[in-house]
Structure formats: C-alpha cells, structure tokens
C-alpha cells in the first residue's frame, strides 16, 4: 500500500499514522518532493475513478490564479497541470494493493479501503 502524503496537512498525518497504528504495510511518498508523473496520476485516477478535476484542490490560491474554475473539462489537459502543480492534488491519496485508491480524509474513508479483499 503507498500513501501520497504531504506531512503539513493534518488530514494526511492522520491518515498515515492510523495506517500505522492499524499495522497496515505501506509506503508514504511525499509527493510534494517527489511528485507523479502525469503517467502515474492517470493511474491513480483510474484507481479512484474519478476525473482530475475531482482531485484537484480548487480552493488553492495557485488553482485560482490559473484559472482552474474556468479551464475546459479536458482530461489530459488537467493531468499536465496536476503533474505541473502536485499541491494541487487532494491529499491522502492511498492506493491499495489491491489496485484501488481512495482519497482519505476520514478515518470512515480509511476503514472502507482497508476492508476491501
């Protein structure tokens, strides 16, 4: 299991140490320091099935000074600037190795990925 983790928002460390504490194995990247490639967002998205605009954190003063409210809803498109802008991107991502993710911001939203067989 890999969580993309950035250890300044409270939501993240939370989700991190609940893993731990739950003994689940999992990596943490901060993808702040080693952001995805544009490749491994599309991943991620299809694991989550969701589209980028789903994950993207438009309240962000970076999303709105480049006008994200208003960019056309092209997918490859806000992958680039996710993959341009990785804080953007709404945190914890868990990926499970069961090859789904989860976006979890909760502990309700943690326990449901971790049920998963």
Excluded: F
Excluded at 1 to 16: D, G, L, Q
Excluded at 23 to 38: C, I, M, S
Excluded at 62 to 70: I, T, W, Y
Excluded at 75 to 97: C, T
């Amino acid at each position: 299991m890999e969580i993309w983790h950035n250890p300044r928002c409270s939501k993240s460390r939370s989700a991190e140490l609940a893993l731990g504490e739950l003994g689940a194995e999992h990596t943490v990247r901060r993808y702040l320091e080693d952001p995805p490639t544009a490749a491994e967002i599309e991943e991620v998205l299809v694991k989550l099935n969701l589209e980028p605009w789903d994950i993207t954190r438009l309240k962000e003063p970076l999303a709105k000074e480049l006008g994200l409210a208003d960019l056309p809803r092209h997918r490859a498109q806000w992958i680039a600037v996710l993959a341009a802008n990785p804080a953007l991107i709404e945190r914890p991502i868990v990926i499970h190795d069961d090859g789904t993710a989860a976006i979890v911001r909760t502990q309700e939203a943690l326990n449901a990925l971790l049920s998963r067989k």
